[in-house]
């Protein structure tokens, strides 16, 4: 009873101390990711303020190139376009101004500026307000017909007075840009730091104060588990030399996949496949070259398989492939490109590696179980493999 006591006692104290070093990694774990989120977000929020604001260089050079080209325009159609193009690009110049400094949300920019920043912008707030005024007038001055170019002129040199000092601004504004961005990624990378020497702190307590006093327990778990182990792999699903579903396990998702498609009137296809001289690879150059045989064909048609194909060893040198929602040409070309791929490793060795192969649709058979379908499709494996016989016979080889 005594002995008992004591084991209630060391478990209540082991689950406290686990309960308390779970809560610490939880809270820290959330604290991370909530961390890594906000850096994203900022990181993103930074990018894009940065490549905008660098755009706004790239604008107002373009609309001094506008007013230019308005102005030596030689016709009504050119001078038009030019109007037009002037007024999309100052507009757009505009509205990313002031989303830099007031944030906007359809621009991505949350307008929430350091005071350095926010200075800078007062230093180019003249020139700005000068180019975007002459933009604008000229505009409406080249909008009204039959007008002289000369009337724009003022204009167009108002717009070139300003423009180095609004690009010698903005090229200060970028780079602060840039700099508070890195500032902020440094100083993430600060607290995540510390937040991680503090999770392999507790990772480390838990080590002294927990799984060390309960070696002894865990052991017996550990004995358990192996039993369990055991239990499991013999009831393994995958053939251990090719790492595919083996037949018992292949056989039951085939049988599964049958019966959808036959109720729901949906295409699939199940193609048989046998490897042609495994046998003589296995005679003349022994078994460790037939594996390397089988282990290539298993890998060349998993490479070439669909996504929701079914794929297992049916038996030694024997392969079944369940095309999923697949018509039988478009199972053929899939069988086609492994045999490729398999013919392309063949290259060098003194044996060639293929197979021979039968497919069958499920809306042209008239079987009606899987086992059937597969009984046909075997059937016309061996007429392929008849053909391909015939072949070596008439090259001699």
């Known amino acids: 009873m ?21 809560i610490i990694i939880a809270v820290l774990v959330v604290g991370s ?16 303020v940065v490549n905008i604001s660098g755009r706004q260089r790239m604008l107002s050079q373009k609309i001094s190139k506008d007013a230019l080209s308005l102005y030596e325009s030689q016709n009504t159609e050119t001078a038009q376009w030019y109007v037009e193009e002037l007024e999309e690009t100052y507009t757009l110049w505009e509205w990313s101004y002031h989303g830099l400094r007031q944030g906007d949300e359809t621009l991505g920019l949350p307008g929430k500026n350091s005071p350095e920043v926010e200075a800078m912008y007062d230093d180019i707030e003249m020139d700005y307000r000068a180019i975007l005024s002459s933009a604008k007038e000229i505009v409406k001055i080249a909008s009204e017909p039959e007008y002289e170019r000369e009337e724009i002129w003022e204009q167009i040199q108002a717009i070139e007075n300003h423009e180095g000092l609004f690009l010698e601004g903005m090229d200060k504004i970028v780079f602060q840009y840039d700099h508070e961005s890195k500032e902020k990624i440094r100083l993430f990378r600060i607290i995540e730091l510390a937040l991680m020497l503090i999770t392999l702190l507790t990772l480390a307590g838990e080590l002294i104060f927990i799984f060390r006093p309960a070696k002894h327990h865990i052991e017996h778990s550990l004995g358990e588990l192996e039993q369990s182990r055991e239990v499991l792999q013999q009831h393994a699903t995958l053939d251990e030399m090719t790492d595919m579903f083996n037949k018992r396990t292949g056989m039951m998702l085939f049988q599964s996949l049958f019966s959808n498609r036959k109720r729901e009137g949906d295409e699939m ?12 690879v296995n005679d003349t150059f022994g078994h460790e070259a037939g594996d390397h045989f089988i282990q290539s064909v298993a890998k060349a048609i998993k490479n070439s398989a669909g996504s929701g194909d079914i794929l297992f060893r049916y038996g030694g040198d024997e392969f079944v492939w369940v095309f999923d929602s697949c018509d039988k040409k478009t199972a053929r070309l899939r069988i086609l490109k492994s045999l490729e791929r398999l013919l392309r490793e063949s290259v060098g060795k003194p044996y060639r590696m293929y197979f021979s192969f039968g497919i069958v649709s499920i809306s042209e058979t008239s079987k009606k179980t899987p086992e059937e379908m597969l009984s046909e499709a075997d059937q016309q494996m061996y007429v392929d493999k008849e053909k391909n016989r015939q072949k070596r016979r008439e090259i001699g080889g």
């Open 2 to 22: 005594k002995k008992n006591t004591n084991s209630i006692k060391l478990a209540n104290m082991f689950q406290q101390r686990y309960l308390v070093a779970l």
């Open 33 to 48: 990711q909530i961390i890594v989120q906000i850096a994203i977000s900022k990181q993103q929020d930074d990018s894009r």
């Open 269 to 280: 296809c199940v193609g048989f496949l046998d490897l042609d001289g495994l046998k003589a």
